[in-house]
T-cell receptor, first 113, second 113 residues
Framework: NAGVTQTPKFQVLKTGQSMTLQCAQD?????MSWYRQDPGMGLRLIHY???????DQGEVPNGYNVSRSTTEDFPLRLLSAAPSQTSVYFC????????????FGEGSWLTVV | DAKTTQPPSMDCAEGRAANLPCNHS???????VYWYRQIHSQGPQYIIH???NNETNEMASLIITEDRKSSTLILPHATLRDTAVYYC??????????????FGKGTKLTVNP
């Protein structure tokens, strides 16, 4: 049981490039989400999903796309990277039943130059 | 949104109890209160959560006021390893039945020797 796994851990992109941050969980959790964390701030929700085929926007969705084709995977796509997207990204998952523990990945450090 | 308010920083002596307050005055009846902590830039680590009743586990105790508008996380015997940013989070259920985690800015707890 690996929990929530994020790849890559570190990435440097040039402005305008695209890339995908991968997130996988092996706990059969219905709920998955992506957050970004900027220096000195709490986590802000980008997108989330309550099951395969279902996604929704969070607080800061602009510039990001997601899809949920399987229960296990929830990739986050940056279509055209901008310096403002330099941040640490965290993926999280939990079972959808009320009150269940939310598990976070270890983070992906993204720098856009 | 049921937002949370926490003091930006607190200090605690090693071996003493650390009491971290959180205000969530707009919380709704079915929204859970979660506490997480983050050490350096690691992924957030689950501590405890509750709905109405006080909760205790091997890491901490959670005291929720009767009106549910505030809560306190108690680390009974703080150690240097408990130095971290502590986040009080309200799990909000949207009108569509989906959910979001609403993060505050957290409290930077420093445990001093």
């Amino acid at each position: 049981n690996a929990g929530v796994t994020q790849t890559p851990k570190f990435q440097v992109l040039k402005t305008g490039q695209s890339m995908t941050l991968q997130c996988a969980q092996d706990m059969n959790h219905e709920y998955m989400s992506w957050y970004r964390q900027d220096p000195g701030m709490g986590l802000r929700l980008i997108h989330y999903s309550v099951g395969a085929g279902i996604t929704d926007q969070g607080e800061v969705p602009n510039g990001y796309n997601v899809s949920r084709s399987t229960t296990e995977d929830f990739p986050l796509r940056l279509l055209s990277a901008a310096p403002s997207q330099t941040s640490v990204y965290f993926c999280a998952s939990r079972a959808l039943s009320s009150g269940n523990t939310i598990y976070f990945g270890e983070g992906s450090w993204l720098t856009v130059v | 949104d049921a937002k949370t308010t926490q003091p930006p920083s607190m200090d605690c002596a090693e071996g003493r109890a650390a009491n971290l307050p959180c205000n969530h005055s707009t919380i709704s009846g079915n929204e859970y209160v979660y506490w997480y902590r983050q050490i350096h830039s690691q992924g957030p680590q689950y501590i405890i959560h509750g709905l109405k009743n006080n909760e205790t586990n091997e890491m901490a105790s959670l005291i929720i006021t009767e009106d549910r508008k505030s809560s306190t996380l108690i680390l009974p015997h703080a150690t240097l390893r408990d130095t971290a940013v502590y986040y009080c989070i309200v799990r909000r259920i949207t009108q569509g039945g989906s959910e979001k985690l609403v993060f505050g800015k957290g409290t930077k707890l420093t445990v001093n020797p």
